[in-house]
């Protein structure tokens, strides 16, 4: 007999389901005078990246969430269509993110905008690169909600994951290469090839 539990993917949300660094880059070269394109970007450490520190950097991406600039973000291409198709082989989807908890409604209302009733639950997960955040990590999200797979852009959390016996696809980037990926981390290029694989 065909079990009637249908497999959970966790999906993580800026650069799987939300093009953020093209638009949060758009804003922060606008406000702060800076240059910066998608291709520049080799770190989740900011800090780096624009010279300051991370208590600023914060501030920064605080600025930008409390402006609800979050709602004009346009989806990862391919995102509602490999969604769609993974629905439809049956999966249930619940999106496990480290955006800042304190704007949840915006991410629910973006969310809903372009995925509206997609995603049984948004889960907001612990960021590694704020000290300050005291979250469950994505695995242990994942454990929690007995997710065996995970969409994410961030080597850090597949890592993890991966540790935990949780498969990975991990979408290629900039601040993702990594030459030795354990086994159950599967990079990929695209929306289209994820659905190749699931």
Request: aromatic fraction near 10%; include cysteine; charge should be negative.
């Amino acid at each position: 007999m065909k079990s009637s539990i249908k497999k959970v993917i966790a999906v993580d949300a800026d650069e799987i389901l939300a093009a953020f660094l093209d638009h949060f880059l758009f804003f922060h070269n606008t406000r702060y005078k800076t240059n910066l394109g998608k291709n520049d970007i080799f770190s989740f450490r900011m800090e780096e990246l624009f010279g300051i520190n991370e208590e600023e950097v914060l501030r920064r991406i605080d600025e930008y969430y409390a402006a609800r600039l979050i709602l004009d973000i346009v989806p990862v291409e391919g995102a509602i269509e490999g969604v769609n198709a993974l629905l439809d082989k049956g999966y249930e989807l619940q999106i496990v993110t480290a955006r800042p908890p304190s704007y949840k409604h915006l991410t629910v209302e973006w969310v809903e905008r372009h995925f509206p009733k997609k995603f049984n639950q948004i889960h907001f997960a612990f960021n590694p690169f704020n000290k300050n955040s005291e979250r469950l990590t994505k695995a242990q999200v994942c454990k929690q909600i007995g997710a065996e797979v995970l969409i994410d852009d961030s080597i850090v959390n597949a890592r993890d994951c991966a540790e935990n016996g949780i498969t990975v696809y991990l979408m290629h980037t900039n601040w993702n290469k990594d030459e030795h990926l354990p086994a159950n981390i599967i990079r990929v290029e695209s929306w289209m090839e994820i659905l190749e694989h699931l």
